[in-house]
């Protein structure tokens, strides 16, 4: 008889103590939404900057029956995506896989919030460069840990008061600072404008892992989320406007509400088109 080749790690990759510790930070981050929970980040089999936060909480939450979906810049199947599936599949080797945002229950991601939203139920993991917001106005961590405590973001708005002086409109165009139940401003990732304000009084559990920097925070459903800006200047998205001011449609979808990126046709001519993958093919199933 043949005996079935031992598994080279056990299930998660994470060993239990670690899983362990990861929900706890995970739970606190939960309690005290957008408070940055320091946790022991582990080496993982691959390098920080690709998603090793966001993995760590992938790992720790995963379990038999969970469907997961796994986006890069909106895309199921760029390089980074493809191989963070990869590793899924060796780790939790009963969890089922799909690209369809609605059937996942947890879905992790770098750059985006699924075109289609999120349910109840349903948990992002996002995966975080930068966690602290403050970073740019204060580079001394003891002193930003008590701006947070105090809740003084009054250097950032200043910083945004600037923008608005020097080139007429706040230029941060993603990371953009974000206050969460009216106390702690988070750093939201790399999602642009537009994803924003999916993040405010939303239905799902937004949870944020920090690889490099050791950091967990989390936006539970139906906190308020509100990015930072001025009474008489609101905060607007993205408004990706043609020449005459009309709203440009994805290029192969047709799309006029999704995220656009730019990309070159087969002529080289500039063209927009949505950078949720998964959303935009199937716009174009549904119209043939
Ligand atoms: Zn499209």
């Known amino acids: 008889m043949i005996e079935a080749p031992a598994r080279a790690y056990q299930y998660g990759f994470l060993d239990e103590y670690a899983k362990k510790e ?50 890069d810049q909106g895309a199921d199947d760029s390089v980074n995506a493809v191989n963070l599936r990869k590793f899924i599949v060796e780790a939790c080797p009963d969890v ?19 075109e289609v939203g999120m349910s109840p139920g349903q948990i992002l993991v996002l995966q975080v460069p930068y966690p602290d917001p403050l970073v740019v106005v204060e580079p001394n961590e003891a002193k930003r840990k008590q701006m947070h405590g105090e809740g003084d973001y009054a250097r950032l708005l200043v910083k945004l008061y600037e923008d608005l002086v020097n080139f007429g409109e706040i230029t941060i165009s993603h990371r953009y600072p974000t206050r969460i139940h009216g106390h702690y401003v988070i750093d939201p990732s790399p999602i642009p404008r537009h994803d924003v304000p999916r993040l405010h009084m939303a239905d799902a559990l937004f949870l944020f892992g920090a690889g490099r920097e050791k950091r967990i925070y989390a936006v539970p459903p139906f906190t308020r989320a509100e990015p930072l800006a001025f009474e008489d200047v609101p905060f607007r998205v993205e408004h990706f406007f043609d020449d005459t001011g009309a709203r440009r449609p994805c290029a192969r979808c047709g799309s006029r509400e999704s995220f656009l990126d730019e990309f070159l046709d087969s002529y080289g001519r500039k063209q927009f088109g949505c950078s949720d993958s998964d959303y935009c093919a199937r716009r174009q199933e549904s119209r043939r």
């Open 22 to 71: 990861i929900r706890r930070q995970t739970l606190k981050a939960v309690a005290i939404p957008g408070y940055q929970v320091p946790y022991a980040s582990r080496e993982m089999p691959l390098a920080r900057g690709f998603g090793t936060g966001g993995l760590q909480i992938t790992l720790s939450l995963l379990g038999p029956g969970d469907t997961f979906k796994v986006i």
């Open 96 to 114: 089922s896989l799909t690209t369809r945002a609605e059937d996942a229950t947890i879905i992790q991601t770098r750059h985006r919030v699924p």
